[in-house]
């Protein structure tokens, strides 16, 4: 498993230190500091998730969309959907494929059971979908055949053995709060993006090397 990690703007030149980046369009948009951070790489793998900011995964507004790709060239685009809702996230994939005809596009799973799952994975592929990204809401639902999975929730086992890329916070909100990866329960809150204060920098700068190498030895297992 391959990790890109999530921080917040004032701190990703310290902790995105990894070959894949992952990057939400509001904030290309709104942030300089954010946006060029996410130009100006070359020899990493970009991938744009096309949500709103929040917990509930939402699509974010095409208008926003369209500032922010002709920002920022991602090297993988990952489709909006709507959580758990399978009609709603076909139809919104469908509309920005046909709007914004990216080159290389992740569909984004969504379903309340395993069999909606395969369903929506059926449909994208009818769409020319080839690749897919799984939400965390979805990890107890469905693991197969995912590309890049979403988000960290649990802990850092729950997508052991599994291949793709994985792009968490996880490691960054539990050190912003003085807590090792060990520490998870109960589970930190959503990720501020624009938080500012890291009174633990040393527990940050751990987590997320422990992520790294617990991955890094399960790649080589």
């Not at 703007?9 to 990894?18: A, G, P, S």
């Not at 509309?95 to 990216?102: G, M, Y």
């Amino acid at each position: 498993m391959e990790v890109g990690i999530i921080a917040p703007i004032k701190m990703l030149d310290k902790y995105c230190i990894t070959e894949f980046q992952y990057c939400l369009p509001k904030l290309i948009v709104e942030s300089k500091k954010y946006r060029n951070f996410y130009s100006k790489h070359q020899n990493v793998f970009t991938i744009m998730d096309m949500r709103k900011m929040g917990w509930k995964k939402e699509p974010e507004d095409f208008g926003i969309v369209e500032k922010a790709l002709s920002m920022v060239t991602p090297d993988l685009v990952i489709l909006p959907s709507y959580m758990y809702e399978l009609g709603r996230t076909l139809e919104v994939g469908r509309r920005f494929l046909e709007e914004f005809k990216p080159k290389h596009v992740a569909g984004c799973l969504e379903g309340t059971t395993y069999e909606e799952v395969e369903a929506c994975k059926d449909c994208l592929k009818e769409m020319g979908v080839g690749a897919f990204a799984s939400p965390s809401h979805l990890y107890k639902t469905y693991k197969e055949d995912v590309q890049v999975y979403i988000e960290n929730h649990l802990h850092i086992k729950e997508l052991g053995g599994l291949d793709g890329i994985l792009v968490t916070s996880l490691p960054v909100r539990l050190g912003l709060l003085g807590r090792l990866v060990s520490d998870y329960l109960p589970s930190p809150p959503s990720l501020n993006f624009y938080e500012e204060e890291n009174n633990f920098p040393l527990i940050v700068e751990r987590n997320i090397k422990e992520v790294l190498t617990y991955y890094e030895e399960r790649v080589e297992r």
